[in-house]
């Protein structure tokens, strides 16, 4: 099994946009916020927070910042485990501190699951209408995950990941 990535562009009108806006924002947060948290817990403690404990404090702070609760909680648990992913990579000596995300910078956000490509070619999110979407080419592969993205120049995309079956290759030019 291997994996395969498409991306396509996207042409959200404005109340679309204006939600996409809400899930980049609350994806920013939520990750600067643990990564935060994790930082002081550290310094203060020595002891590593890890996405079970981030996934209980996301419940608490999702009763504290009401707002967090209108965008799909996927893309916020998606985040956090994004940001354990980055620490482990840090603490392997494969990779540098993970640093602050910044609204300036390129946006994003994936979702796992509960996603679809409708018979006229849109894209379905959850708790959102149907995105207009260019398809240019052929997804015959098991969609896995979506990941959509802002430029700073105003673009949207949509990167689906998808799983293939991969041959295995010969050993030794067999």
């Known amino acids: 099994m291997g994996n395969k990535a ?3 562009r996207l042409d959200p009108n404005q109340e679309q946009q204006a939600f996409l806006a809400k899930c980049f924002g609350c994806s920013r947060f939520v990750y600067n916020h643990f990564l935060r948290v994790t930082t002081d817990v550290y310094a203060e403690s020595k002891k590593h927070f890890r996405y079970r404990e981030w996934a209980n ?6 009763k504290e910042f009401v707002w967090l609760s209108e965008v799909n909680s996927q893309a916020s648990q998606q985040t956090l485990k994004d940001l354990e992913s980055a620490l482990t990579r840090f603490f392997k000596k494969l990779g540098s501190f993970p640093r602050f995300k910044r609204k300036s910078n390129r946006q994003s956000f994936r979702i796992p699951q509960h996603f679809s490509i409708t018979e006229d070619g849109k894209l ?5 209408t149907p995105i207009k979407m260019v398809i240019h080419r052929e997804i015959t592969e098991t969609i896995k995950s979506v990941t959509i993205s802002k ?12 799983e293939q079956d991969l041959a295995i290759a010969p050993l030794n030019g067999d």
């Open 6 to 8: 498409y991306k396509f």
């Open 57 to 62: 404090l996301l419940v608490q702070l999702k």
């Open 124 to 128: 379905k999110l959850p708790k959102m």
């Open 151 to 162: 430029t700073p120049s105003g673009k949207y995309f949509a990167c689906l990941l998808t």
